[in-house]
């Protein structure tokens, strides 16, 4: 049995105001809120900070640098130390120093369980590195850190409807533009951001407004899917229940939804590990570096999940972000 410590740590003096720890891997779900007066010696960042909701655990399976930019996910920025993160309608501030991971959210329960911290990534680790396919343990021990996050279906495949044929900065741009025109406009100590979109927000826009937006082509799709879901004709909590094959059979029905779009909100909306979504890098790295003759990309998809099954999703991720940093 290993044993957790989760502390709340002041980020202005360093010192701890609250612990609390449990055995078993899994940390209380508990707000904590303590109030205390600091000030920083030279400033400190530019949040107004009397309030902590922080936790802090080891960056063993954590790096929130890659597990960010790995395009999984558009909505974070990088703020000093660390980076801004939004989801939905939270906020965080996560900040990686030495051995250790300090998040300080809005809600410590939704941000332990966006960043998936009760999976033993140390096993899953280790089941990926025996495959012993060279290419892919390199990948793996370059990026360890990368973790799966755990997404509103909703927001990921809002999201991977807007990044089909799309770059990823202009992804980001878009979905920024997308939150300030319809989310709600929040606070969190001290940071001003708007909040993901509401199905009911979207769902009284017109095409023309979202395509104005940067969408093009996607303003239609964008437009459709929120009708349906704001209808009730599409019920993404029922469908989370299905098989990863019966559920991607669903969402290829969605209008703007094609195999690539229905892989990514299937792994990153879904938590379906059994899914491995195929782009341009993942392509280039099938003919590169496996040696691969397909040309379908949903049998390329099929050849990798036949390879490693219910840990394809982690492994495209480790395979995707070590070939776009050149680390093969």
Not at 230 to 251: F, I, M, Y
Not at 263 to 275: E, I, Q, V
Request: charged share 25%; with cysteine.
């Amino acid at each position: 049995m290993r044993e957790y410590l989760r502390n709340i740590v002041c980020r202005y003096c360093g010192n701890i105001v609250c612990r609390n720890k449990k055995v078993d891997g899994t940390f209380p779900t508990t707000s904590f809120a303590v109030k205390r007066q600091h000030r920083s010696a030279n400033g400190g960042p530019r949040f107004a900070v009397s309030e902590y909701t922080m936790f802090t655990f080891s960056n063993d399976y954590f790096n929130i640098e890659d597990t960010l930019d790995c395009g999984q996910v558009f909505r974070f920025r990088k703020e000093g130390e660390g980076f801004l993160t939004f989801a939905l309608d939270h906020c965080a501030y996560v900040v990686e120093k030495g051995d250790l991971v300090t998040v300080d959210g809005d809600d410590d329960s939704f941000w332990h369980a966006y960043f998936d911290l009760d999976a033993d990534y140390a096993s899953i680790v280790k089941s990926v590195i025996s495959c012993q396919n060279p290419t892919v343990v390199k990948a793996c021990s370059a990026h360890k850190g990368i973790r799966i996050l755990r997404q509103s279906p909703y927001e990921a495949l809002i999201s991977f409807i807007i990044s089909q044929n799309n770059n990823i900065p202009r992804i980001k741009s878009i979905i920024e533009k997308l939150c300030s025109s319809f989310g709600e406009k929040r606070t969190f100590k001290g940071v001003t951001y708007h909040a993901f979109p509401t199905v009911t927000a979207l769902s009284f826009a017109a095409e023309e407004t979202f395509a104005s937006l940067g969408l093009g082509y996607r303003a239609a799709y964008l437009c459709g899917v929120s009708k349906s879901l704001a209808q009730g004709t599409l019920d993404l909590s029922a469908l989370s229940a299905l098989s990863t094959d019966k559920l991607r059979e669903e969402l290829l029905k969605i209008k703007g939804v094609g195999n690539k779009v229905a892989d990514c909100a299937l792994l990153f909306g879904f938590n379906k590990t059994d899914s491995f979504p195929v782009d341009t890098w993942i392509e280039k790295l099938y003919r590169e570096d496996f040696k691969g003759t397909l040309t379908d990309r949903k049998k390329i998809s099929e050849y990798f999940v036949s390879l490693f099954k219910e840990n394809s999703g982690l492994v495209q991720q480790y395979l995707f972000h070590a070939k776009r940093k050149n680390d093969l």
